[in-house]
């Protein structure tokens, strides 16, 4: 006979023991208890910590079609040093009247002397063309905490005594901010685990009772598949993911000369006035420069060594790269690599050409600083 189905009496998902990074998972010692929660709601008991669940697509969308049929506040939270890379595409078909409070996280890995107005306004303008219109717009740090009180006050001040659903990709911190949020308001242990139903699909979230009676809803983080994060181990996600301010990098290029973002990424000067190239990524990568009719060569022979991240055991499985070629209108523009970093090229009709693994997205913009 098979094994019974075992449900975590804290979210109801289904129990599992053999994914640590799946939904439901719980260590086999566990499930002797009487009552039997997954490691998500045990950590959220005990440590009031939130950890992030990869969700697949089709989960995500039923979730989304449920916050539709609600009234609700919707805070959409992205990684502000990965804005494109961290959006969630399909978010404004499904939002119906409710509000939705954008809020970037990670502020503190901008460079200081960046205009916090500046990008609220790029934040909003950028929202908009994605066809998403936010109520309001905020940048905060969930890691040092800067601003996490005012973005508190904002869906305090914006949820009128409704429902409160936190939404973001993997990665951008959103379970960071939440368990800031607990701890900040206090939560007791036993306050923390309810059951939430959802209709249609077998995920529920861990929903947090607030003081009026209605409920602020973790969703587990959906993954982009088009950030760089998803092709590397997590030694050299450690490597291109910014902990501390960036420290722009900058670099006078001719035409006929190529950067490498470490082994991961490329970026060809092929045809304009000599200029500057600045490179905004994990002050950990390192960044090489070389001359375009050598940059094959190198990447065959170094990669791996000299070019890295991957390391020398993953090339084997790293996809292949892709290039492209931009024609850099007059004016500032950022060549971006999703879940990588940017590279400011100035305009009046440079060539560059790009180079990034396969599924890797990159796109240009007009520069943000």
């Known amino acids: 006979m098979g094994r019974e189905e075992v449900i975590c009496s804290g979210c109801g998902v289904k129990i599992q023991t053999e994914s640590k990074d799946g939904l439901g998972y719980t260590p086999s010692s566990a499930m002797e208890r009487d009552v039997i929660i997954c490691q998500r709601c045990y950590r959220l008991k005990h440590y009031n910590e939130v950890q992030d669940v990869s969700l697949k697509d089709d989960d995500f969308l039923k979730i989304l079609n449920e916050i539709g049929t609600k009234e609700a506040l919707i805070v959409k939270i992205v990684d502000i040093f990965d804005f494109d890379g961290s959006w969630l595409p399909g978010l404004h078909r499904f939002v119906g009247k409710n509000k939705v409070l954008l809020v970037g996280n990670k502020v503190d890995l901008l460079p200081k002397s960046v205009k916090r107005q500046k990008v609220i306004q790029w934040m909003k303008r950028t929202a908009k063309e994605y066809g998403l219109t936010a109520t309001d717009v905020h940048l905060m740090s969930a890691h040092t905490g800067e601003a996490l009180m005012d973005v508190a006050n904002l869906i305090d001040e914006h949820r009128g005594k409704k429902d409160v ?112 190239f600045v490179v905004y990524v994990s002050n950990d990568l390192h960044i090489h420069r070389t001359k375009t009719e050598k940059a094959d060569e190198l990447y065959s022979n170094h990669l791996g060594e000299l070019l ?62």
């Open 165 to 276: 659903y936190i939404v973001g990709s993997t990665n951008v911190g959103k379970s960071t901010f939440i368990n800031k949020l607990l701890k900040e308001f206090g939560a007791e242990d036993e306050m923390l685990i309810t059951t939430s139903n959802i209709p249609g699909t077998t995920l529920d979230m861990i929903d947090v009772p607030l003081d009026d009676g209605s409920n602020l809803f973790d969703t587990p983080g959906i993954i982009n598949h088009h950030q760089m994060a998803h092709l590397v181990d997590k030694e050299e996600l450690k490597i291109i993911t910014p902990k501390k301010e960036v420290k722009p990098k900058i670099f006078q290029l001719t035409s006929g000369q190529t950067l490498f973002l470490g082994g991961l990424a490329r970026v060809d000067f092929n045809n304009g006035e000599p200029q500057s």
């Open 308 to 369: 890295t991240p991957p390391k020398k055991e993953n090339i084997a499985a790293f996809p292949e790269m892709t290039e492209r070629e931009w024609k850099i209108k007059e004016g500032k523009y950022d060549l971006v690599f999703s879940g990588l970093g940017w590279v400011t090229v100035s305009g009046s009709g440079s060539i560059v050409k790009s180079y990034a693994p396969k599924g890797v997205t990159v796109s240009v913009r007009p520069s943000i600083f």
